[in-house]
């Protein structure tokens, strides 16, 4: 089920007790003591993945979070959402999932949020520090109930890009269960700008400025990344060879 740093070693440790009893040849022992290396090495990294993103002081933000990328997505859709406040705007959540969600606004401003003040790093060389505002997706994932298979957590976004692709993004379960990485629907205490992603944004907090989908309109729980997109994982990650493991 969800990949937490304690089922993972569990898992790595039963693996590793399992495979003694298989056999004791040099090369298995070779294989064994490279296994264990890497199980080491996994456990640092994943613990160096669960920290927190620095927060910032309320003085330190930024006056204006600029806008980049699509700033308005301006489809017939997005338009008829907009001048309706929202208010028939849905978050489906499906694909891996027990129990598929499709949540209005409200419900999740009725849902416990989190709020903190971080640094966005574009790729394009320009940075912001804003205060973010919105639901954990660990709070949604766990209300849906992931499926044992599903590994990543995919982002479609309303707006199409100059390829006439729809924007997406995806992480995997570290990130997506990590305590920072929220579904935001207010910036610098208003509610979302258009040109900032409006209604609802992901912060992945620990990754660039790419990650961070706007326009959310569904979120997918796969096993594979191949099916969607190009298969890279992202728009960009498709059509730039942007790195998909975008970590900072
Ligand atoms: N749906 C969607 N999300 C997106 C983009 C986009 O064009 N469309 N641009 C990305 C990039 S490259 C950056 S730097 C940030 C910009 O967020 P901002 O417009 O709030 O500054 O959003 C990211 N998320
Ligand atoms: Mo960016």
Same mark, same amino acid.
């Given at each position: 089920?969800?990949?937490?740093?304690?089922?993972?070693?569990?898992?790595?440790?039963?693996?590793?007790?399992?495979?003694?009893?298989?056999?004791?040849?040099? *090369?298995? *022992?070779?294989?064994?003591?490279?296994?264990?290396?890497?199980?080491?090495?996994?456990? /640092?990294?994943?613990?160096?993945?669960?920290?927190?993103?620095?927060?910032?002081?309320?003085?330190?933000?930024?006056?204006?979070? $600029?806008?980049?990328? !699509?700033?308005?997505?301006?489809?017939?859709?997005?338009?008829? =959402?907009?001048?309706?406040?929202?208010?028939?705007? /849905?978050?489906?959540?499906?694909?891996?999932?027990? @129990?598929?969600?499709?949540?209005?606004?409200?419900?999740?401003?009725?849902?416990?949020? *989190?709020?903190?003040? !971080?640094?966005?790093?574009?790729?394009?060389?320009?940075?912001?520090?804003?205060?973010? @505002?919105?639901?954990?997706?660990?709070?949604?994932?766990?209300?849906?109930?992931?499926?044992?298979?599903? *590994?990543?957590?995919?982002?479609?976004?309303?707006? /199409?890009?100059?390829?006439? $692709?729809?924007?997406?993004?995806?992480?995997?379960? !570290?990130?997506?269960?990590?305590?920072? !990485?929220? =579904?935001?629907?207010?910036?610098?205490?208003?509610?979302?700008?258009?040109?900032?992603?409006?209604?609802?944004?992901? $912060?992945? +907090?620990?990754?660039?400025?790419?990650?961070?989908?706007?326009?959310?309109?569904?979120?997918?729980?796969?096993?594979?990344?191949?099916?969607?997109?190009?298969?890279?994982?992202?728009?960009? +990650?498709?059509?730039?060879?942007?790195?998909?493991?975008?970590?900072?």
């Amino acid at each position: 089920m969800i990949l937490t740093r304690r089922a993972m070693l569990i898992g790595a440790t039963a693996t590793l007790a399992g495979c003694d009893r298989i056999g004791s040849n040099a *090369r298995f *022992r070779e294989a064994l003591f490279s296994a264990e290396n890497f199980h080491k090495w996994a456990q /640092r990294s994943l613990m160096a993945r669960d920290a927190m993103a620095r927060e910032f002081r309320p003085d330190q933000i930024s006056p204006i979070f $600029r806008a980049n990328g !699509t700033a308005n997505p301006n489809t017939p859709e997005y338009k008829a =959402l907009w001048r309706g406040n929202f208010a028939d705007w /849905r978050l489906r959540v499906d694909g891996l999932v027990a @129990r598929p969600l499709s949540l209005s606004l409200a419900q999740l401003h009725s849902l416990p949020h *989190r709020q903190q003040i !971080t640094r966005h790093d574009c790729v394009e060389g320009w940075s912001a520090i804003g205060q973010w @505002r919105g639901v954990p997706l660990k709070t949604i994932l766990d209300g849906a109930g992931l499926r044992g298979q599903a *590994r990543y957590i995919v982002f479609h976004c309303a707006d /199409r890009m100059g390829t006439g $692709r729809p924007y997406y993004e995806s992480i995997d379960l !570290t990130d997506a269960f990590h305590p920072q !990485t929220l =579904l935001a629907f207010a910036l610098n205490d208003r509610p979302l700008s258009v040109a900032n992603g409006a209604p609802l944004r992901l $912060r992945v +907090e620990r990754q660039l400025g790419y990650k961070q989908a706007k326009y959310l309109m569904r979120i997918e729980a796969v096993q594979h990344l191949s099916a969607i997109g190009a298969g890279k994982g992202g728009y960009w +990650e498709d059509h730039a060879n942007y790195d998909w493991y975008a970590g900072i």
